[in-house]
């Protein structure tokens, strides 16, 4: 392996507070990482796409996107089809091979393995890791019908070598290989890569770039100075310029929704309809004079004349159009089509949150909500950013937003995924629900009754949920917890807060009696060897309970959350 692929793993471990182990295992975290975070916009854990050795049928790594979400279970999938009608899904394999060459039949194991991956009967031993995503795949093909079209399928074959395009054997094999899996009738595109140490580099070192658009935008005027707003202008953008702004180079939607409040509401939302139905009539156009247009606001401006390059922006409104417009993008018909576009740029997090309010005032969603969601967050994150010393973690409120941040530990990062389901299984002792049911929980954020970031809510315990979750997955990390308790890591969460303290709380909104509730529990979290005691005794609890952590049903009920809270409360009489 190369000086400088050594330094880039290295320097990815480094920002993951990762141990190196051995070079196969640790190219083959790196390729996986690299490799996805280029087809996937939103922050991942590259330990949950990472194939165990032994059994794993040639496959180092495997990512399954639907609808633009990488899913780890099946109720994701329905969760994904109940909110946006349909099915859009690609597939993304890895191979990682240190070697300096690209070998054929290293090649053929691995093109074999993933045509073995979609058999009805296969042939190969698959170990945990395969069968599990096997299963998902087998559940997304099982609804095909609501397919909007068969899905993709990109194969990634990484060497530390140098990619020879006229070398006609390897050419061959990648190419027999789309042939092959073309055969099973079930793929829209097949695209079989080849990487070498440069291109895999090349990958890594774009995940630290902030998020950036380049686009020609003719029709605008610029507005008058703002104290604490450095350009804005109000125009309207054909949409194959638009296309530059919310699609990446792979054709994916990118990330640039997380200030907009409301995630997409799927297809099926009539607001949506609406606009798919005037984007699908004989008069498109007629939505640019329909439409409320988009608010885009961006932390820098490169202008040149009518080219303008952004970076590091949100959609703080317009999410549902813009994601409506994503399903519409390959419909030639529209590329000249108006979208009304007002560009801001600023680096005042409060004119943000300002316009993030004044821009999201639908029928849907209440002026009131909307700032409470809007403040809280970002002092949420603010609360986060006062801690100092070994418990420092950072909430990011926008997806990537570290990314370019070279200071952050990225395994420090508290994405607001993990923060709700931290919380609710802390404190509304749900993990069964989070384990599985991730969408139900997220649909009743913001809403009042939701018990998650509710406006008065002290921000102390979502901070402890969030030091928990990242001391848990060190200690997975490091290996004093067997990763075979990962599946199950929410449950062992829960029951943090109830073996620290005998205290209980029942006011999330008093400063008092949160400080008086948190404090303990945080020395002990900051303790290393408490702290591995803490988890070890949670570990212990849950396997006298009895209940079965790999019964994956059984997982997802209520039934094995009253199982393990029963022996708890054995065990403290």
Same mark, same amino acid.
């Given at each position: 392996?190369?000086?400088?692929?050594?330094?880039?793993?290295?320097?990815?471990?480094?920002?993951?507070?990762k141990?190196?182990? %051995?070079?196969?295992?640790?190219?083959?975290?790196?390729? %996986?990482?690299?490799?996805?975070?280029?087809? #996937?916009?939103?922050?991942?854990?590259?330990?949950?796409?990472?194939?165990? +050795?032994?059994?794993?049928?040639?496959?180092?790594?495997?990512?399954?996107?639907v609808?633009?979400?990488?899913?780890?279970?099946?109720?994701?999938?329905?969760?994904?089809?109940?909110?946006?009608?349909?099915?859009?899904?690609?597939?993304?394999?890895v191979?990682?091979?240190?070697?300096?060459?690209?070998?054929?039949?290293?090649?053929?194991?691995?093109?074999?393995?993933?045509?073995?991956?979609?058999?009805?009967?296969?042939?190969?031993?698959?170990?945990?890791?395969?069968?599990?995503?096997?299963?998902?795949?087998? #559940?997304i093909?099982?609804?095909?019908?609501h397919?909007?079209?068969?899905p993709?399928?990109?194969?990634?074959?990484?060497s530390?070598?140098?990619?020879?395009?006229?070398?006609?054997?390897?050419?061959?094999?990648?190419?027999?290989?789309?042939k *092959?899996?073309?055969? !099973?009738?079930?793929?829209?595109?097949?695209?079989?890569?080849?990487?070498?140490? %440069?291109?895999?580099?090349?990958?890594?070192?774009?995940?630290? %770039?902030?998020?950036?658009?380049?686009?020609?935008?003719?029709?605008?005027?610029?507005? /008058?100075?703002?104290?604490g707003?450095?350009?804005?202008?109000?125009?309207?953008?054909?949409?194959?310029?638009?296309?530059?702004i919310?699609?990446?180079?792979?054709?994916?939607?990118?990330?640039?929704?997380?200030?907009?409040?409301?995630?997409? *509401?799927?297809?099926?939302?009539?607001?949506?309809?609406?606009?798919?139905?005037t984007?699908?009539s004989?008069?498109?156009?007629?939505?640019?004079?329909?439409?409320?247009?988009v608010?885009?606001?961006?932390?820098?401006?490169?202008?040149?004349g009518? /080219?303008?390059?952004?970076?590091?922006?949100?959609?703080?409104n317009?999410?549902?159009?813009?994601?409506?417009?994503?399903?519409?993008?390959?419909?030639s018909?529209?590329?000249?089509?108006?979208?009304?576009?007002?560009?801001?740029?600023?680096?005042?997090?409060?004119?943000?949150?300002?316009?993030?309010?004044?821009?999201?005032?639908?029928?849907?969603?209440?002026?009131? *909500?909307?700032?409470?969601?809007?403040?809280?967050?970002k002092?949420?994150?603010l609360?986060?950013?006062?801690?100092?010393?070994?418990?420092?973690?950072?909430?990011?409120?926008?997806?990537?937003?570290?990314?370019?941040?070279?200071?952050?530990v990225?395994?420090?990062?508290?994405?607001?995924?993990?923060?709700?389901?931290?919380?609710?299984?802390?404190?509304?002792?749900n993990?069964?629900?989070? $384990?599985?049911?991730?969408?139900?929980?997220?649909?009743?954020?913001?809403e009042?009754?939701?018990?998650?970031?509710?406006?008065?809510?002290?921000?102390?315990?979502?901070?402890?949920?969030?030091?928990?979750?990242?001391?848990?997955?060190?200690?997975?990390?490091?290996?004093?917890?067997?990763?075979?308790?990962?599946?199950?890591?929410?449950?062992? !969460?829960?029951?943090?807060?109830?073996?620290a303290?005998?205290?209980k709380?029942?006011?999330?909104?008093?400063?008092?009696?949160?400080?008086?509730?948190?404090?303990?529990?945080?020395?002990?979290?900051?303790?290393?060897?408490?702290?591995?005691?803490?988890?070890?005794?949670?570990?212990?609890?849950?396997?006298? +309970?009895?209940?079965?952590?790999?019964?994956?049903?059984?997982?997802?009920?209520?039934?094995? $959350?009253?199982?393990?809270?029963?022996?708890?409360?054995?065990?403290a009489?």
């Amino acid at each position: 392996m190369d000086r400088i692929t050594k330094q880039l793993i290295t320097d990815l471990f480094n920002s993951q507070e990762k141990s190196e182990t %051995n070079p196969s295992d640790d190219f083959e975290y790196f390729c %996986n990482y690299a490799v996805l975070s280029s087809e #996937y916009n939103k922050t991942f854990d590259a330990d949950t796409i990472t194939i165990g +050795s032994g059994d794993d049928t040639g496959i180092d790594g495997i990512g399954i996107i639907v609808n633009g979400h990488l899913v780890e279970d099946q109720n994701e999938v329905d969760d994904l089809l109940d909110s946006n009608g349909y099915l859009e899904i690609t597939y993304i394999f890895v191979q990682a091979k240190t070697s300096s060459s690209f070998d054929s039949a290293e090649m053929h194991k691995f093109y074999f393995g993933v045509k073995d991956f979609f058999a009805e009967n296969p042939t190969m031993r698959r170990n945990e890791d395969i069968t599990k995503f096997a299963e998902i795949s087998n #559940y997304i093909l099982d609804n095909a019908s609501h397919f909007r079209e068969n899905p993709k399928c990109k194969l990634f074959y990484v060497s530390t070598g140098v990619v020879n395009a006229e070398d006609t054997t390897i050419e061959a094999v990648r190419l027999d290989s789309e042939k *092959q899996l073309d055969t !099973l009738n079930l793929f829209e595109r097949i695209n079989s890569i080849l990487l070498g140490s %440069n291109e895999i580099g090349k990958l890594y070192r774009k995940t630290k %770039n902030p998020t950036s658009a380049t686009f020609i935008f003719s029709n605008k005027v610029t507005l /008058n100075e703002t104290d604490g707003i450095n350009q804005s202008y109000y125009g309207v953008l054909p949409f194959k310029e638009f296309k530059k702004i919310i699609i990446d180079s792979n054709d994916n939607i990118k990330s640039v929704f997380d200030d907009n409040v409301r995630d997409f *509401q799927g297809s099926n939302n009539p607001v949506n309809k609406s606009i798919a139905e005037t984007l699908g009539s004989e008069t498109p156009n007629l939505f640019s004079v329909l439409n409320n247009g988009v608010t885009i606001v961006a932390s820098t401006i490169k202008p040149s004349g009518n /080219n303008i390059s952004i970076f590091d922006y949100q959609i703080v409104n317009g999410c549902q159009t813009s994601n409506v417009l994503f399903e519409y993008r390959n419909d030639s018909e529209i590329d000249e089509m108006e979208i009304p576009v007002r560009l801001i740029v600023t680096e005042d997090e409060d004119i943000k949150s300002q316009i993030t309010v004044s821009t999201n005032n639908q029928t849907a969603i209440k002026k009131e *909500q909307l700032t409470a969601m809007s403040d809280f967050q970002k002092n949420l994150e603010l609360y986060y950013n006062s801690i100092e010393g070994d418990g420092r973690l950072y909430y990011e409120r926008r997806a990537k937003q570290y990314n370019s941040d070279r200071t952050v530990v990225k395994r420090r990062i508290v994405t607001v995924s993990n923060q709700i389901k931290s919380f609710s299984s802390m404190f509304l002792n749900n993990p069964h629900m989070v $384990t599985s049911y991730y969408g139900t929980i997220v649909k009743k954020v913001g809403e009042s009754g939701s018990s998650i970031f509710e406006k008065d809510h002290q921000f102390a315990t979502y901070y402890l949920a969030g030091l928990a979750f990242y001391r848990l997955d060190s200690l997975f990390n490091s290996g004093v917890i067997d990763t075979k308790y990962k599946k199950i890591k929410f449950f062992i !969460l829960m029951l943090v807060t109830k073996l620290a303290t005998d205290e209980k709380i029942q006011h999330l909104n008093s400063k008092r009696l949160v400080e008086k509730f948190c404090d303990p529990i945080l020395a002990i979290l900051n303790d290393q060897t408490k702290t591995e005691n803490l988890f070890k005794e949670a570990v212990k609890i849950i396997d006298e +309970s009895g209940v079965d952590i790999n019964d994956k049903q059984f997982v997802k009920s209520k039934s094995m $959350t009253d199982g393990i809270l029963n022996k708890w409360k054995e065990n403290a009489t």
